[in-house]
């Protein structure tokens, strides 16, 4: 059974830092990319970054460059994404998805909030 269960979100104040965790099982961890998606109330989902499967390349949105980083441990399982200089603008639903060709997962997400 495929499960991405996303840990580390909350309320945090303008300028502050989490870490998000994904804990993947089911399927072949290290033959997957891995993707942080985000998606804000009234907005669209959106990609926030990428990491390949074996972790040599990133790609992260223009939004979040800078302050985001994503990172990957084959063989727990699991993807990082850190977030600092944290703006009320990244306030959304953090999900983790992974994708090998023509399967994709999704995380349930879960819940940043950015505000003082």
């Known amino acids: 059974q495929v499960q991405l269960v996303e840990s580390g979100g909350g309320l945090v104040q303008p300028g502050g830092s989490l870490r998000l965790s994904c804990a993947a099982s089911?399927?072949?961890?290290?033959?997957?990319?891995m993707r942080w998606y985000r998606q804000a109330l009234g907005k669209e989902r959106e990609l926030v970054a990428h990491?390949?499967?074996?972790?040599?390349?990133?790609t992260y949105a223009d939004s979040v460059k800078g302050r985001f980083t994503i990172s990957r441990d084959n063989p727990k399982n699991t993807v990082t994404l850190r977030m600092n200089s944290l703006k009320p603008e990244d306030t959304a639903v953090y999900s983790c998805?992974?994708?090998?060709?023509?399967?994709?997962?999704w995380g349930q997400g879960t819940q940043v909030t950015v505000s003082s």
């Open positions: 998805n992974a994708r090998y060709y023509v399967q994709n997962y």
């Open positions: 089911g399927f072949t961890f290290s033959s997957y990319a």
């Open positions: 990491i390949s499967n074996d972790g040599r390349m990133t």
